[in-house]
């Protein structure tokens, strides 16, 4: 059964530092892998998406990594501001794509202080 | 264009009564999910939709919990009757083709 854990489950930067939040899977064979951001209250929503081919994505301030055969994804956030305080989720999508079925992580809630 | 539209967004209902929650996905979408995000952990699937058959229910509770989506557009998830264990948020997604989950805000349920 494939288990998703996110490390840590809370951090709080000052404003302007560098972050990267880490998301380890138990099974690699994953379809694919997606960072989402979810604000209090609100839906999550997709930040990137990595396929299982991919190495890395990169979006603006975000760069996400994946290493499929050591179950790990990392997402780095450069230059960290009070608008990215928020919960960040990783999820994987098991293999077969068919079924889409993402399993996520618990979460890092992240606290950036102006 | 509109997102996934969800409501209540907000019920709280004391243990045994029924409740329900609705979602509109996003025009042209024809997978469809909802899920159970318990306060601090991940969002688990219950339940998702290709148009308007059920084809992942394995997680969903069918002694207290059904779902459906008629006509392959709107969906409902009942609880009934509710108990303690059922407070949570319930998100409803939707997807076209091979792209991402769209999220709708979510049902945050408290249950008394």
């Known amino acids: 059964k494939q288990e998703v854990t996110q490390i840590p489950a809370a951090l709080s930067v000052p404003e302007g530092e560098n972050l990267v939040l880490n998301c380890s899977f138990t099974d690699s064979a994953i379809y694919n892998l997606q960072w989402f951001r979810q604000d209090p209250g609100k839906g999550l929503t997709s930040l990137l998406l990595i396929q299982s081919s991919q190495r890395e994505q990169t979006s603006g301030r975000l760069n996400a990594s994946l290493d499929k055969s050591s179950g790990r994804s990392t997402l780095y956030i450069a230059a960290s501001q009070p608008g990215d305080s928020a919960t960040y989720l990783c999820?994987?999508?098991?293999?077969?794509?068919?079924?889409?079925?993402?399993?996520f992580g618990t979460g890092t809630l992240l606290a950036v202080q102006p | 264009e509109a997102g996934v539209v969800q409501s209540p967004r907000y019920k709280i209902i004391e243990k045994k009564q029924p409740v329900a929650f609705w979602c509109n996905p996003i025009s042209g979408h024809n997978t469809l999910y909802w899920y159970r995000q318990n306060l601090g952990q991940g969002p688990e699937l219950l339940i998702r939709?290709?148009?308007?058959?059920?084809?992942?229910d394995s997680q969903l509770p069918k002694d207290r919990f059904s779902a459906e989506r008629l006509k392959g557009v709107d969906s409902t998830l009942k609880i009934q009757p509710a108990e303690l264990g059922d407070s949570a948020v319930y998100l409803c997604a939707s997807r076209q083709g091979w792209d991402t989950q769209y999220f709708g805000p979510g049902t945050r349920l408290t249950v008394l």
């Open positions: 999820a994987v999508n098991d293999y077969g794509g068919a079924t889409n079925k993402l399993i």
């Open positions: 939709y290709e148009n308007e058959e059920a084809v992942d």
